[in-house]
Structure formats: structure tokens, C-alpha cells
């Protein structure tokens, strides 16, 4: 059974500094797509960042801010985020797909889901 657990969110000040993690079970996910999406209140699920077969990719709203890494021998993907803003808030998910096919910004793309971790912004 593939699993994927978040963990390292919370609340920080605006221009603080956050790292997610991502741990993988159930199989490797070495050659794959794998991403972060947030969800806001009243908000449909949107695309953070992903690591796709030609390197990673960041939306424009995080582009210079976050950092998106794996490390393959603990199955781990990490989401580094500094300068925080109140609009970062929201639940940040973990997602993976068995290859790299797929369109990365897309939740169609992803087969797998971590739980979620809840990242607060203070202002």
C-alpha cells in the first residue's frame, strides 16, 4: 500500500521560513513526477511545485520563495519556503505519480495523496 505523510507545517510570522516533508512508503518513487499543491478556505486545490523528468517547476506565486527537493535514498520530497506571506496559507498536500507522464500542474496528473499539513501565515 503507497503511502505518502506530510509533516513540518505551522504557524510562522510573514517572512518566516518553513520545511515540508513528504515521506514515501509502499514503493520508491525515483524516476517520477512528484508535487506540492495547497488548498486554501473556498479555494479549489492549486499547483505549488513539482520535479518533472527535465527539473522542477514552481508556480509563478512561489517562483523565488519556495524549493522543491527529493532525496531518493529516503524516498522523501522536501518543500523548502522562505519569505512567507499570509496568502501562502492553506493546507499543502504531497502528490506522486508512478511515472513521469502527465501535465505537472494538474491534480489529474497525481495517482497518489498524502494527508496534508496546515501551514498558517501571521501577519
Known amino acids: 500500500q503507497v503511502q505518502l505523510v506530510e509533516s513540518g507545517g505551522g504557524l510562522v510570522q510573514a517572512g518566516g521560513s518553513l520545511r515540508l516533508s513528504c515521506a514515501a512508503s509502499?514503493?520508491?518513487?525515483?524516476?517520477?513526477?512528484m508535487g506540492w499543491f495547497r488548498q486554501a478556505p473556498g479555494k479549489e486545490r492549486e499547483f505549488v511545485a513539482a520535479?518533472?523528468?527535465?527539473?522542477?517547476r514552481y508556480a509563478d506565486s512561489v517562483k523565488g520563495r519556495f524549493t522543491i527537493s527529493r532525496d531518493t535514498a529516503k524516498n522523501t520530497l522536501y518543500l523548502h519556503m522562505d519569505g512567507l506571506k499570509a496568502e501562502d496559507t492553506a493546507v499543502y498536500y504531497c502528490?506522486?505519480?508512478?511515472?513521469?507522464?502527465?501535465?505537472?500542474?494538474?491534480?489529474?496528473?497525481?495517482?497518489?495523496w498524502g494527508q496534508g499539513t496546515q501551514v498558517t501565515v501571521s501577519s
Open positions: 509502499g514503493r520508491t518513487f525515483t524516476r517520477s513526477t
Open positions: 502528490a506522486a505519480r508512478g511515472d513521469y507522464s502527465g501535465t505537472y500542474a494538474s491534480v489529474d496528473t497525481y495517482e497518489y
Open positions: 520535479i518533472i523528468w527535465a527539473g522542477v
